[in-house]
């Protein structure tokens, strides 16, 4: 094969037939996806979860991973948010022409990793090479399939006023790293993406606490985002306490210097859960038992005080709204 | 315990709260002249907790939110040349000019614009792009103006012939004046900008205290700093006593910077400039000296700032005054969102009316 992605890899004729069997075959081989066919046949049952997802991201080699294994683990866990066991996985690659091919591969490898770690097969999957220009290297489409396995199962407009808040652990790792390594800053050691499938923890949680009202990933947007999307479907007051949220030093240091708010950066690998006070202390044991939620740590209440909104009660004592963020976050001025 | 949590102490917060409430004789009416202040207030949720007779006002120490009418017209009209490439802080995207243009939208129509972190990184473009004409939109204050003059020294020394600045910087001290002299606003004292003053000291704001009799105190962001400062207002006051102090003496010098100033004025000058819902004040901006004349896009281009008239029904002048608190705007939360901001008190991160939608908890 050509060191390069070219035109010809996605023709449909034998240089994608190459590509497809010397990389994607070869790195995300299942029984299914050997098969070859225009479809997959799957064998699922009862209430399934399917959840889909375009991976853009800018850059696509970063502290922690890369594009591959980010659409895995977002993938995974979009779905695990729904209480449901990932199953299976397709993958659409949209490459730039030109792409070279080394880290195509590097990719390809990370994402069968990511896979099979998650114990999800990418049962199908489709390739096109477009011409220089036509996109930003590599886009990369997935759509994830689970058995949902509590019932009801969690969902945002499930909290209710009194329940507890709960957080996996660090905020803002993922956010900053990218932006950080898109802007050619370098921050203290220790600043990277923290992507990862979060479906094993999730599973274990739902299925020894079936209580659980509410489990979301604060992907985009940050928590401050994800708690105001609750706060709004369950028309209750999120109340969270500032001082409780953890935060690394060196991210919270890169923001401050760049005019961030950590609450509203992208995660990867965390996960947010609301459910009744009297399991709190038992889920946040089984998340601290997991090498995933070994930070985790309760932040808030769940209140009928300001339906839709989300107060933040600062390390003074003060409060204040969390609001939604408009549009992206652009450094300042001064 | 680390230097900054000091300043953040909720122990010595509470206890300075306490002070203040036990000393205030009827009401202060203090403004933070910096956006930065302003957030501060809220983000560390300070402002639910002072004293009722502690009034708040925000002042017209955001640089986004001063930028005049005119000027942001102007950098509109300058995006949308095809032999320029504007490079911006992202503060500027969003800040509506008339007929809903900002630099987002004219981006998303073609325009080239780059968000940079810093003005240096506008010469690596200048580098790559060597058919266009880079134009840095020079907005801010003391703080922002050294770093610009200095890259364009750097420009000089490279050779770099396309890198050009769009001088809209304004000054602090003169702005304050006017506030003052204006005899709709009400204001008992000025907690001081603390990253203006690292460049200029403390010296340009004594006349606060001696022409005009209020108190004036630079002032660092953490909570503490903000109490402290309030603090000694109200007790200056009490005893009778105007002063201008410098409480930020961790990262503020009374002198200043004095590199920082030359650098500054090798390359710019005094000059009048227009400040929106202020108007013209004689002296308080900076241009570009003749010297550097090739780098200046107002001469380049032949832009002239001609006075638009304000957005209609928009009072971001009134707030930047201090005589209208956000809320009190009748478009506030209503045609006025910062999905949908009618002016920049709305759009800027620092803006006032951005603080009070993101932060108040009614």
């Known amino acids: 094969m050509s060191d390069k992605v070219l035109l010809d890899y996605g023709s449909g004729g034998r240089a994608s037939q190459r590509l497809i069997s010397r990389l994607f075959l070869e790195n995300f081989s299942n029984s299914e996806l050997n098969r070859l066919n225009d479809a997959a046949e799957l064998l699922v049952s009862g209430r399934i979860a399917v959840s889909t997802d375009s991976f853009t991201v800018d850059p696509i080699f970063f502290p922690g991973g890369n594009i591959g294994s980010l659409a895995v683990h977002g993938t995974v866990n ?28 590097k990719i390809v490898v990370s994402m069968g990793e990511a896979a099979r770690k998650a114990g999800v097969d990418i049962v199908t999957g489709d390739t096109k090479v477009v011409p220089k220009g036509a996109v930003d290297r590599i886009f990369i489409n997935t759509t994830g399939i689970g058995e949902i396995v509590v019932d009801p199962a969690p969902s945002g407009e499930s909290a209710k006023p009194g329940d507890a808040i709960l957080i996996s652990g660090t905020m803002g790792d993922h956010g900053l790293t990218i932006l950080g390594t898109r802007e050619g800053l ?15 923890l ?21 928590l401050a985002t994800t708690m105001n999307e609750i706060a709004g479907s369950s028309n209750v007051c999120c109340e969270l306490e500032e001082g409780a949220i953890p935060v690394r030093p060196e991210v919270s240091g890169g923001c401050s210097f760049l005019g961030l708010d950590p609450l509203y950066l992208a995660n990867e690998g965390k996960f947010l859960c609301i459910l009744p006070e009297a399991h709190a202390e038992k889920a946040l044991e089984i998340m601290r038992g997991d090498e995933l939620g070994r930070d985790a740590c309760r932040i808030g209440t769940v209140t009928d005080a300001n339906p839709g909104k989300v107060v933040l009660i600062t390390r003074l004592g003060g409060k204040r709204l969390l609001n939604m963020l408009e549009g992206e976050q652009l450094p300042r001025i001064c | 315990m680390k230097l900054l949590d000091r300043f953040r102490d909720p122990e010595l917060c509470k206890a300075l709260l306490g002070k203040l409430e036990k000393e205030l004789e009827g009401e202060l009416r203090f403004m933070e002249v910096c956006g930065t202040h302003t957030v501060a207030i809220f983000q560390s949720g300070l402002r639910s907790l002072l004293p009722e007779g502690i009034v708040h006002l925000s002042g017209p120490g955001c640089p986004v939110c001063v930028t005049h009418e005119s000027e942001v017209n102007a950098f509109l009209d300058l995006a949308e040349r095809d032999d320029v490439i504007v490079a911006t802080f992202g503060d500027l995207m969003r800040v509506p000019g008339h007929g809903g243009r900002n630099l987002k939208a004219a981006q998303a129509d073609g325009a080239r614009v780059s968000v940079i972190y810093s003005p240096f990184d506008a010469l690596k473009i200048a580098r790559e792009n060597p058919d266009s004409k880079v134009v840095f939109l020079g907005v801010g204050f003391e703080t922002t103006a050294p770093t610009i003059a200095a890259t364009m020294t750097m420009a000089r020394n490279q050779g770099l012939s396309n890198f050009l600045v769009l001088p809209f910087h304004k000054t602090v001290p003169s702005a304050l004046a006017a506030l003052m002299d204006d005899t709709a606003t009400r204001i008992d004292g000025f907690i001081l900008p603390g990253h203006v003053s690292t460049v200029i000291g403390l010296d340009p704001y004594k006349y606060i205290a001696t022409d005009y009799g209020r108190s004036a105190i630079i002032t660092g962001f953490e909570p503490v700093d903000i109490l402290q400062s309030l603090l000694d207002m109200v007790q200056w006051r009490n005893r009778g006593e105007a002063h201008v102090t410098n409480n930020y003496t961790r990262a503020v010098a009374d002198k200043g910077n004095a590199k920082a100033r030359q650098v500054l004025y090798d390359v710019f000058e005094p000059a009048d400039a227009l400040w929106r819902g202020i108007g013209l004040i004689p002296g308080s901006g900076l241009d570009i000296r003749e010297e550097w004349a090739d780098m200046d896009a107002k001469r380049v281009f032949g832009i002239e700032i001609t006075e638009v008239p304000p957005l209609p029904g928009c009072k971001c002048g009134q707030v930047l005054k201090g005589i209208l608190s956000p809320d009190q705007c009748p478009l506030f939360k209503k045609a006025c969102t910062p999905a949908n901001p009618v002016g920049p008190c709305m759009v800027s991160t620092e803006g006032s009316c951005a603080a009070y939608y993101k932060y108040k908890v009614d």
């Open chain 1, 78 to 105: 979009d779905v695990a948010m729904m209480g449901a066991v990932p199953r299976y996985m397709t993958c659409g690659y949209i490459i730039e022409e030109g792409l070279p091919m080394a880290d195509l591969e």
């Open chain 1, 202 to 222: 999730l599973v274990k949680l739902v299925r020894e606490l079936p209580e659980v009202h509410v489990l979301r990933d604060p992907t985009r947007g940050g």
């Open chain 1, 186 to 200: 370098e921050f203290e050691a220790g600043v990277q993406s923290d992507s990862a499938g979060l479906n094993h």
